[in-house]
């Protein structure tokens, strides 16, 4: 089987997908394999077979899944994952305060360069392509938040993040539990664009969907349409009346595969005049763009960036390391709402990371794990053009163990666009959530 196999949350030839999250550099952050449920049972049956899946119309494709998912009528999440440790103070730099240019002397973003967003904070300048959704309102940004039990470990605070259950014994992931708290969710309710692995905030018993790319989403083998039609339609029948562990998954993925056929032979060209940078992220981004508009049923979307555990060679504000990531973030999400256009009303994207950078630079040009962090939040819904959360200050006497105080909660985040746009209730996917809010998305 290739890495083109269909997989919802499995891969099909061994039963079993390793979980895993490519590391950023550190021992820890190179997570071990998990175990995801079988996809098939004992039987592997689709990593049996060549195929490739018979095309339904465009339009079949989505009736077909837009009923499928009447129950839920929020917003499509859109969960994009800075992994390795962001930098907060990189992209949303407090340019106003000397203790940040003290402790930061080659690596600080100057008050010159930065793109104003208010008299304290400016965007990098990598992150430009980001000013004119800020400055439309479809663009927040809370700082100094982070999570209630930090360790600065990559593996245990992702972990912890994903499960975001934090002094419970449950084991799930969160998006798992949203995905699962109205109706039965459809093939695609929960998917994970770019990666044929799941991330652990989708632990759980409802059936997700991962996928390198929609086009490169298909059965491997199959030499002519002939007998992709007798082996999807001998796979249908093998699964009617199998138990649900079994039958379920494997008829959700025949359903997507058709889907994907689908919009592949439709092809795909951005809207507006979006253009997405090259890369894994404007990739993931455009897909997540085109099966929104195609109205399949999505209910939370995972996409992962990487690279970011910059202890060394960080760079300068005009070009290294950090410079090059951030022209891509910037573009990326740029593009992505050009792109929906006016669907993205009924879209709502938030970034996280495990943990923020310590304050001060260190002798290599760059920064060690720290804390408090920062997170944009784009979409129709969000009351943008502001910076959300109580600032601590970069101060000496301000720190925590020379971090960033995370003075929000990121599940205060999560739990108001959970409310708010999801129209769910949020104490039901994030136990103990806070009771704080910040305003910062209008209710649907």
């Known amino acids: ?4 196999t269909t997989d919802t949350t499995t891969d099909a030839a061994t039963d079993l997908t390793a979980v895993g999250h490519t590391g950023c550099g550190c021992p820890e952050g190179v997570a071990a394999g998990v175990s995801r449920r079988g996809l098939l049972g004992g039987a592997g049956v689709l990593g049996a077979v060549a195929g490739a899946v018979t095309a339904a119309s465009p339009a079949e494709a989505t009736t077909r899944f837009t009923f499928a998912d009447a129950g839920y009528t929020g917003d499509t999440l859109v969960v994009l994952s ?5 930098d907060g103070l990189s992209a949303v730099a407090p340019v106003d305060e000397p203790a940040y240019h003290a402790a930061r002397p080659n690596i600080a973003v100057p008050q010159s360069r930065g793109i104003a967003l208010t008299s ?3 965007l990098h300048p990598a992150l430009a392509p980001l000013q004119p959704l800020y400055a439309s309102g479809k663009l927040a940004v809370v700082h100094a938040m982070g999570q209630p039990n930090p360790t600065r470990s990559h ?3 992702m972990d912890e993040m994903e499960r975001a259950a934090p002094g419970s014994s449950l084991r799930t992931g969160w998006l798992d539990r949203m995905v699962g708290a109205t109706t039965t969710p459809g093939a695609f309710a929960g998917t994970s664009l770019g990666s044929t692995t799941s991330p652990r905030s989708f632990l759980g018993p409802a059936t997700e969907l991962s996928l390198r790319s929609v086009d490169q989403f298909s059965l491997s083998g199959p030499w002519d349409a002939t007998e992709t039609t007798r082996w999807t339609t001998a796979l249908r029948a093998l699964h009617v009346g199998a138990a649900e562990p079994v039958g379920v998954p494997a008829r959700s993925t025949l359903d997507a595969l058709a889907t994907t056929t689908a919009l592949k032979a439709a092809g795909y060209t951005p809207a507006n005049g979006a253009s997405y940078p ?54 990326a999400l740029a593009a992505f709402m050009t792109d929906l256009g006016s669907a993205a009303d009924r879209v709502t994207l938030v970034t996280l990371s495990e943990f923020g950078r310590r304050v001060a630079e260190n002798g290599s040009g760059g920064t060690d794990h720290g804390h408090g962090n920062v997170s944009f939040v784009l979409g129709g819904g969000v009351v943008g053009g502001a910076v959300y959360g109580a600032w601590p200050g970069v101060g000496p006497d301000q720190l925590q163990a020379g971090d960033l105080k995370a003075t929000t909660d990121y599940r ?3 739990g108001e666009i959970l409310e708010r746009r999801c129209g ?19 209710a649907r």
Do not use: C, I, Y
């Open 1 to 4: 089987m290739t890495d083109t």
């Open 412 to 414: 205060v985040v999560l």
């Open 278 to 331: 090259s890369g894994g992220l404007g990739e993931a981004l455009r897909d997540t763009a085109r099966l929104v508009k195609a109205g399949v049923g999505l209910r939370a979307v995972t996409v992962d960036s990487g690279n970011w555990d910059m202890h060394a060679g960080l760079g300068r504000v005009d070009s290294g390391w950090m410079a090059r990531q951030l022209t891509e973030v910037g573009l």
């Open 155 to 157: 593996f245990t605070d």
């Open 82 to 86: 800075f992994r390795g440790g962001f």
């Open 120 to 122: 304290k904070f400016a």
């Open 424 to 442: 769910l209730a949020a104490s039901t996917v994030l136990p103990g959530l806070p009771t704080q809010r910040l305003g910062l998305v209008r």
